[in-house]
C-alpha cells in the first residue's frame, strides 16, 4: 500500500508569494494533520482535519490555512510568504477511532525555501 | 500543558556500543508516548509507542524505551549501535484529547565505526 505522498517535494518562492502544497493520506485514513519543521527543531503542530473538518490548528497566523476534500486528501496553504515560512512541511495521516492510538504517519515533506 | 523535553541535541557513540536517548514529558494525565526517527531528508518514521498497556515498550530496530512515571521519563535504548542508527531521534507526546503531538527538538545521534 502507498504510504502518505506529498508533492511538490522541493518549491522555492520569492517574499510575498503564495504556496500550495498537497498531500494525499494513506488509504482508509480520515485525519491529515500538518506540521512545519524549521532546520534543527522538531515538528510544530499547524492543523489537523477529519472528516473534512478543522479539528485542531497550531499557533500559526491567519496567513496559514488548509483543507480537506471529500477524498481526504489535503492542501496547505500559505499567504504573503515571509524568509521564516522557509521549512520542511510535513503532512501525517492518522486512523482515529476507538481502539486507535492515532499514531501519525509521515509523508517525505514539502521543503520551501522562501528567498 | 503536555510537552517533552528531549537532554542532549547531539549524541555520540561507538558502533556496538549502547544508545541511551533521553526524554522526559510534562503531562497531568498518563500520555501517550511516541518515538520517531528521522534519516536525511526524508519524514518521520514511528520506532515504538506506549499507550499504558506495557511500560517496556519493544520497537524496530532493536530499539525500546521503558515508561518510568515515578521519573516521567520514556527513555530510549539499543543495546549495541549500528552505523545505520545515525539519524535524528524525536520523542513526541499526544494530547489525549485530539490528535496533536508535541515533538521535543530532536536529538541527532553520531555512529562512531
Known amino acids: 500500500d502507498a504510504g502518505v505522498t506529498q508533492s511538490p517535494t522541493h518549491l522555492i518562492k520569492t517574499r510575498g508569494q503564495h504556496v500550495t502544497l498537497r498531500c494525499s493520506p494513506i488509504?482508509?485514513?480520515?485525519?491529515v494533520s500538518w506540521y512545519q519543521q524549521v532546520l534543527g527543531q522538531g515538528p510544530q503542530f499547524i492543523f489537523q482535519y477529519y472528516e473534512k473538518e478543522e479539528r485542531g490548528r497550531g499557533n500559526f497566523p491567519d496567513r496559514f490555512s488548509a483543507r480537506q476534500f471529500p477524498n481526504y486528501s489535503s492542501e496547505l496553504n500559505v499567504n504573503a510568504l515571509l524568509l521564516g515560512d522557509s521549512a520542511l512541511y510535513l503532512c501525517?495521516?492518522?486512523?482515529?477511532?476507538?481502539?486507535?492510538?492515532?499514531?501519525?504517519?509521515f509523508g517525505e515533506g514539502s521543503r520551501l525555501t522562501v528567498l | 500543558a503536555q510537552s517533552v523535553t528531549q537532554l542532549g541535541s547531539h549524541v555520540s557513540v561507538s558502533e556496538g556500543a549502547l544508545v541511551l536517548l533521553r526524554c522526559n514529558y510534562s503531562s497531568s494525565v498518563p500520555p501517550y508516548l511516541f518515538w520517531y526517527v528521522q534519516y536525511p531528508n526524508q519524514g518521520l518514521q514511528l520506532l515504538l509507542k506506549y499507550t499504558s498497556a506495557a511500560t517496556l515498550v519493544k520497537g524496530i530496530n532493536g530499539f525500546e524505551a521503558e515508561f518510568k512515571k515515578s521519573e516521567t521519563s520514556f527513555h530510549l535504548t539499543k543495546p549495541s549501535a549500528h552505523m545505520s542508527d545515525a539519524a535524528e531521534y524525536f520523542c513526541a507526546v499526544k494530547r489525549g484529547t485530539g490528535n496533536q503531538f508535541y515533538f521535543g527538538t530532536g536529538t541527532s545521534l553520531t555512529v562512531i565505526p
Open positions: 488509504s482508509g485514513h480520515k485525519s
Open positions: 501525517a495521516s492518522s486512523l482515529i477511532g476507538m481502539g486507535n492510538t492515532g499514531e501519525l504517519f
